[in-house]
């Protein structure tokens, strides 16, 4: 396919929730190209965001175009359809050029005998010993392992293949990026299972070029990596090893590349994925999206005054719901509530204070990441305010922007692309 949109080898994903940083954002990118080194900004956001924002996906295209010609962007840049499926995808079609396919929820369902016979019989090469160039152990898989994952998972990669064509038919062929997500599913999948999924992928002839797995360990919202970090480094290289082979030995494009669903701010990953990608000559695509948010109410705290005023009472209301508000992030929340200052003491604190306990600095004391994780969660409060907040966020622009760029490039860009 000549001509096809054809995703570049290193890309974030920033999401943007109230869709008024994506110029902030790109400054980000641009201090990279500064130094040399491209990465491609993508804009993601999920239905459910949209739902409780009450924005929609025009929304986020047209802030992102504004963003690109304020800047003079001149690289490429995308608008991701993040995790939908076929109930969702109609409304994304006309301003997305990047879509998240997400089939986490068809892992483990039934897929038809058959399916699972013909597949295992249609690929031998995968029952051999197979050494894969950047991976220690060959792989050895027995028949019923092959058997096994393929009953797992391809209904999923079936239900992939469905959405795909109906973006196909409406987009065109060529004129979108596809991605694969499993991530939010309870158990992470194996570089020899992400092989065989790769091997059905291919079968559906969908032209992949980023798979989200879901890795080892707790990926938290907006906080570190706090499981074992030699297991995800690990992983981490034998799935981008698996990568590259699958896309030589079944035709899917040549710069397929893993999408890393960060939940946000990694931060201890990001020295060993920035190896791996060395090492390998990989490239990557990191969605760290739901950070920006927290840099608004940084920056509104920081501008103090009536800013400082609403992020506090933005604090106050999520304390008083944080049930509500956790519930849907249950398994990717991980809140303290001894550590969960009250509100009346919130009243009292000054800028700096609200600001070091809300901000990802892992060498700052007052760092509290209860407090973090629970404002993490709370852009519904904040959503409720309308207007009220959104005048205040454009009156404290320059304190927010300042923090929005400063965080996606000093504490994620430059760990991750430029070492
Ligand atoms: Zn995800």
């Known amino acids: ?18 869709a008024h940083q994506a110029k902030s954002q790109l400054e980000a990118c641009r201090k990279a190209l500064e130094q040399g080194v ?5 804009w993601n956001k999920s239905n459910r965001e949209h739902t409780i924002i009450g924005s929609t996906p025009a929304d986020t295209r047209a802030a992102a175009d504004l963003a690109v010609k304020a800047l003079g962007w001149e690289l490429p840049y995308h608008v991701d359809a993040d995790h939908i499926n076929l109930k969702t ?30 597949f295992v019989d249609s690929h031998p090469e995968l029952r051999a010993d197979l050494v894969i160039p ?22 999923a990669v079936q239900e992939a293949a469905q959405v795909y064509h109906r973006i196909e038919e409406k987009k065109g062929r060529g004129r979108f990026i596809t991605e694969v997500s499993m991530d939010e599913t309870d158990s992470p999948q194996t570089p020899a299972e992400m092989l065989i999924i790769l091997a059905a992928v291919a079968d559906e002839a969908i032209p992949i070029q980023t798979i989200a797995p879901k890795f080892s360990g707790r990926f938290d919202k907006g906080v570190d990596y706090e499981s074992d970090v030699s297991k995800f480094s690990r992983e981490f290289s034998d799935d981008a090893a698996v990568i590259a082979f699958a896309a030589r030995r079944y035709g899917l494009p040549p710069n397929l590349k893993l999408s890393i669903h960060s939940g946000s701010d990694k931060f201890s990953l990001y020295g060993p994925i920035h190896q791996t990608l060395r090492r390998l000559n990989a490239g990557v695509h990191l969605k760290t999206a739901g950070t920006t948010w927290l840099e608004e109410l940084t920056g509104l705290a920081e501008a103090g005054g009536a800013g400082l005023d609403l992020a506090k009472e ?50 700052c004391p007052a760092y509290n990441p209860s407090f973090r994780q629970l404002l993490h969660v709370a852009f519904k409060v904040a959503a409720r305010m309308g207007d009220r907040y959104l005048n205040l966020v454009s009156m404290t622009e320059t ?12 504490r994620h860009i430059k760990p991750v692309f430029i070492g």
């Open 314 to 363: 933005i604090y106050a209301e999520a304390y008083a719901q944080r049930q509500d508000l956790c519930a849907p992030y249950a398994a990717v929340v991980n809140i303290d509530p001894a550590r969960l200052p009250p509100p009346p003491l919130v009243a009292g604190w000054t800028s700096e204070q609200f600001v070091a306990a809300l901000r990802h600095d892992p060498n």
């Open 134 to 155: 950047g991976v220690d152990q060959p792989f050895r898989i027995e028949r019923d392992f092959l058997a096994q994952v393929a009953k797992k998972y391809l209904a």
């Open 38 to 42: 491209e990465v491609i900004p993508v």
């Open 1 to 18: 396919m000549s001509g096809a949109l054809s995703l570049a080898k290193y890309s974030i994903g920033v999401g943007d929730r109230f």
């Open 89 to 118: 995808l109609d409304k994304f079609i006309e301003a997305c050029d990047f879509f998240t396919i997400d089939v986490a929820e068809l892992i483990g369902q039934p897929c038809g005998a058959t399916a699972v016979q013909r």
């Open 399 to 410: 304190s927010i922007a300042r923090n929005v760029t400063a965080n996606l490039f000093d």
